[in-house]
């Protein structure tokens, strides 16, 4: 049976289901350890989305010039060739898309556990929604892409309720008790140029992390030279806004001392602003908000290890689709690396080291968009990049910056990088002299 084509709503859902995810909800806690003042904060965010903003610009070039499935695997393979794009492959199918999936549903299991009281390892919680939402998204595209722009509207829908309840509360029914009570100006001018700010914007940069999402699937995208590059751009532009007001609604609820270095944060902000029951009912909410967010995950991820599969015979096992045309095997597969990384790391760890990885293979990809203006000149470009090359220049300069600062103040997360590149790089090879060997 053929597998119908999906349309701009669920590649829109695709990303903006990637993007808002577990990142908003745990950042805030540790910005404001080296952050005080609510304009740093607010600037981290529309920073932050102005980075992804440049991003996507260049990314809906390479999609439309591109128009095959992988995102940074086909695009960084073309500008760099097979052993980079194998890396960047390697990178986007674990810590793109199965470690974030394990993220997730670690952060799932403990806000269901706080809205239901049950007597359960969250372990246990955490491992059955990757199971649950793996099998759905076996059954077929057409039902996991209906789920998929479901759960991602009604997230969206539904953060805009919290934000329009927030400010309601904030300025009209607790104005003496809230109001603006707890913004905190501070130094700004001086956190604004301090390292502190650039660190921070590792963890702005893994929550917007996901912008790219539409470009793992463009082969499963009707019209996708098109749509892909619209579903990039209108997704990040909606997602700095919710990101940016969502923020102001957490900054202005609570005292910033009650906030600093909590994961859980959103507990108190809605205890604050909606008492003990609201608060019970957002963390309701972000648990379904981070089903969206699994799900956009397994729908995505397999497609990447579907296409080195079919470029690395070493993979073939991976490569099996079932009637529907769904990378079955490649989605189980998925899910049983989610566990493991689930079962073996802790959140800490998962979340340290995506940011800094992810940030690394995006900025490559934007540096092979101008590599591949070089070296293929005469290609078409139905969407080209408005103001080329400043976009590339901002968004390669700025996170290269970033990127410098967090190995500086933290250098384990560069070594854990460094590490599982070095593995990547093992794969890579056993992978080709596999390849080498069937073809003698």
Known sequence: MANKKLGFNTAYSVVVANMIGVGVFTSLGFQLVDLHSYISILALWLFGGFLALNGSLCYAELSA???KSGGEYNFIRQAFGDEVGFLSGWTSSI?????????????FSKYFLDVTHFNINPLYVSILIILII???NCISLAYSSKFQVLTTFAKIALLGLLIVGGLYVVFYAKPHAI????LVVGDYKRELISPAFWVSLIYVSYAYSGWNASSYIIEDIENPKKVVPQSIMFGVISVIIVYTLLNFVFILSSNPTSLVGREDFVFNVANN???????LLISALIAFFLISTISALILIGPRVIQTISLDYPFFTFLVKNNNNGTPYRSILTQAFISIVILVTSSFDFIMSTMGLILSFFSTLAVVGLMVLRHKHPNIERPIKTP?????????IGFNVWIMYYVVTIKPTQGIYSFIFLLVGTMLYY?????NKRKTE
């Open 65 to 67: 010039t591109y128009p």
């Open 95 to 107: 810590v793109g898309f199965a470690a974030p999936i394990a993220a997730s549903a670690h952060a």
């Open 134 to 136: 793996s099998i759905v």
């Open 179 to 182: 109001g603006t009570s707890f």
């Open 273 to 279: 602003l909606f008492s003990i029951n609201g608060a």
């Open 387 to 395: 103001l080329y090359p400043l976009p590339a220049i901002l968004f």
């Open 430 to 434: 056993i992978a080709k002299f596999n």
